[in-house]
């Protein structure tokens, strides 16, 4: 659900994103989308 998203972008994600970070530096890009199922 989107309340699940967004618990998981406040909780987790900054940590999951700075681990990714660190690393991986330069070597991968990484981005985030959320889409509608229509």
Not at 2 to 19: G, R, S, V
Not at 23 to 32: E, I, L, M, Y
């Amino acid at each position: 659900t989107l309340d699940d998203y967004l618990n998981y972008k406040t909780q987790f994600a900054p940590a999951l994103q700075k681990e990714h970070s660190e690393k991986f530096a330069s070597d991968v890009v990484a981005f985030r989308t959320v889409m509608e199922i229509l």
